[in-house]
């Protein structure tokens, strides 16, 4: 992959703000503190078993694998506590084969273990919240799927490897938010999966995934995280209109390093209405970022050292040239381009540097010049539709 020529990941981690914001945390306390009254017991449970009470596994259960679930949790407030052990299935043929499934309208925690080598790991049907705190999901097709209702899943301190998706859901028939915080995705062929669904990530890392998100039909936040050596950073779909949109991708405070590309080579846009990039570091990736958006808001971020800038364009669906803000970005020693704004698009560009890309710094013809933008030692040229500076 392209390397970052003198920089140190460790550092840029260390220059982005982390943490939760109080009001997000303040969710997460309201959520947990459901939970304080419940103790759960430990018990003999066997494969198939229906859990209607607070939990607590004692051993490793080892279950074959059907279209019946390992467990079956119905009720509300229940914790199940997995000890510390592993769910897994022992049949050769993962189709069809469910970990722990939750039913009913209910509220419940799953926590403290692993679930391995099912269709769904954990699965929601009919469920409004879901709490998943410390657990492992290896090996399963989905890790976790919401299969109808309206469900809101907070999922901290959890891993999620060599699943086919972090998270899925079903089409067309559930919707809801997937809040993620603190956890970590590696080597899945899909970390999140979004189809009508909205996802919060905070204080996450994404690596050696084959896509991180896929944002079908959703929007989706992240927030003081980590993708690095991913094939694709993200994706969305091309051109559909109607529901099959993604709304909006917004990273904030990200550190985006040593990836192969930003999107998959069958879909190389992010394609969405809303694009925003607050105050991120995009280091030494093996491609440049293209989006197309109706809206833009690009504010505070490093591209440096990447094999490509950035380049925007119009969301050709909505017939109208794409608006918002570029501001206060730094393009450095860039492959190609610091930043392009393709025709008829019309931002308005306003202080940002480019320093040393080998292409254009900023190529902006029909963009809006807001001023203070400085450029210089650029290959191509420094500026162009804009008015730069060289100091």
Known sequence: MHQAKGFSVAAAIAALVLGAPAALAADRESLDARFQQATPVGCEVHCGDVITQSTRLTHDLSCPGTDEPALHIEGAGIVLDLGGHTVRRSSPVQQDTLGIVVTGNSMVMVRNGTIRGFASGVQADGVNSLRLHELMFADNGAAINNRSDNTYFLVTNSRFIGNGAGFASE????????????????????????????????DSTFTGNEIGIYCFAASVRVRSSTFARNEAVATSTAFMGGRDTCERLRFEDTLIADNASFAPTATPVWNVIQLDMINNWIVGNDNGLTAASSQVYVQGNTFWDNA??????????????????VRANRFLRNDGDGLRVLPPSTPTVIGNVALGNTGWGIHAPTAFDGGGNVARNNGAGNCEGILCAPY
């Open 171 to 202: 089409i067309d028939a559930a919707e809801g938010t997937f809040d993620v915080r603190s956890s970590h995705f590696e080597n899945n062929r899909l970390g999140i999966y979004l189809d009508t669904h909205d996802a919060d990530v905070l």
């Open 308 to 325: 490509g800038g950035l380049t925007l364009g119009d969301y050709t669906i909505f017939g109208s040239p794409q608006t918002g803000i």
